[in-house]
């Protein structure tokens, strides 16, 4: 009898690690769902020059497919603004704007978070190499610059998350310098 019980809760115990396992397919569908919204964010930002982090508050809204805003709040006022392939800056009442057309490696870098915000698979691949490791309440996407140009930027960036919702973003660059990206809804999803 006792055989048979600890048999069972072997199987019970296997079978619920299997379906709390989740693929990446699943992964990318369930953020695809999302309709966009806005977000809250911390953005600690360590750099080898700097003796503490950068430490930025502010909020986020994006809107599928691609456009994503930006504001930061809190040390200094500024909105980045990332639309299709342009990247507009405002800081102290001025506006800087360029085209990512003419900079792959950076365009590269952008589409890796309305990517993964988008749930876009296919244009992660184009670039990096996924890793998912967790469960659908506590999963951890790696990816990793397959492109040179990428990679000379870039070691990789790490987004971590429950279910559908994306709760970090830390990016590793080439030269050892990190910014980790902490994002709380204001929106039920």
Known sequence: MFRQLMTGLVLASLAATAHAALNLDQLMAGLAQHKGGRA?????????VLDRPLVATGEMTYTPPDRLEKRTLTPKPETLLLDKDRVSIERDKRTY?????????????VD????TLAGNRAALEKNYTLQLSGSSENWVLTLSPTAQQIAALLQRITVSGSKDQIHTIDYLLADGDRSELTIEPLEPR
């Open 112 to 115: 890796s978070i309305r990517s």
């Open 40 to 48: 809250k964010f911390v953005e600690k930002r360590t750099l080898a």
């Open 97 to 109: 704007s360029i085209s990512l057309a003419s900079r792959p490696e950076a365009l590269a870098f």
